[in-house]
């Protein structure tokens, strides 16, 4: 079956820096995509990977290793802003996107 | 990025009565289209995806006739939920994705149900 694993909530500070994994196991790869949720609002898109390696945008950072089946978000200078939830989406071989289950971010003062 | 509008925003309605939710690509053509909906603190569940002038192909589970997906047209696809139960109240949201295959889904804005 296919399956996306990410944590269900972290806690980190304002500030500070948080990484947040995900690990997928899908029928076929192409790409992986990380969005962030906001309480009662749809999710909004904040990066793509296809390709082995770090992407950078701003205070975010994404990196893939399509042979270990992995991928994490980087957060860096925390804001409160960031209190949100995370989810990693794989696109497999019929462009479908399987979802995680979020990761649920709380940022502390 | 692309646009996706989605109304209403929320929605309010009694319990037998039916629901129309629209989903429209305003500056791009949506050649599919996905429906979830997400219930609090959850996450996404996928109901359905449509493609554009086919019948929209439902997940395990979901009722077909009672969540009636229309996608008529590269820009807009409709959900409606009929005789909608309060167990049916949730976060609707729809997503769209482009002619290429290989891109990014964009979101609209979501539809909060609220059967009383």
């Known amino acids: 079956g296919q399956n996306i694993d990410q944590p269900t909530e972290m806690t980190a500070t304002e500030g500070a820096i948080v990484q947040i994994n995900c690990t997928y196991q899908?029928?076929?790869?192409?790409?992986l995509f990380w969005y962030q949720q906001h309480a009662g609002e749809a999710p909004t898109f904040l990066s793509y990977n296809v390709l082995d390696g770090l992407e950078e945008k701003g205070r975010f950072s994404s990196f893939l290793s399509r042979s270990k089946g992995y991928s994490y978000l980087l957060l860096k200078e925390l804001q409160m802003k960031d209190s949100a939830s995370y989810l990693c989406a794989v696109m497999d071989s019929n462009y479908q996107l399987i979802w995680g289950a979020g990761t649920k971010l709380i940022i502390k003062p | 990025g692309a646009v996706v509008s989605q109304h209403p925003s929320w929605v309010i309605c009694k319990s037998g009565t039916s629901v129309k939710i629209e989903c429209r690509s305003l500056?791009?053509?949506?050649?599919?289209m996905f429906w979830y909906r997400q219930f609090p603190k959850q996450s996404l569940m996928l109901m359905a995806t449509s493609n554009e002038g086919s019948k929209a192909t439902y997940e395990q589970g979901v009722e077909k006739d009672k969540f009636l997906i229309n996608h008529a047209s590269l820009t807009l696809s409709t959900l409606t939920v009929t005789s909608a139960h309060p167990e049916d109240s949730s976060f609707y949201i729809c997503s769209a994705r482009g002619l290429e295959g290989n891109t990014e889904a964009f979101f609209g804005q979501g539809t909060r149900l609220t059967v009383v």
């Open positions: 500056d791009f053509q949506a050649t599919t």
């Open positions: 899908t029928s076929g790869f192409n790409g």
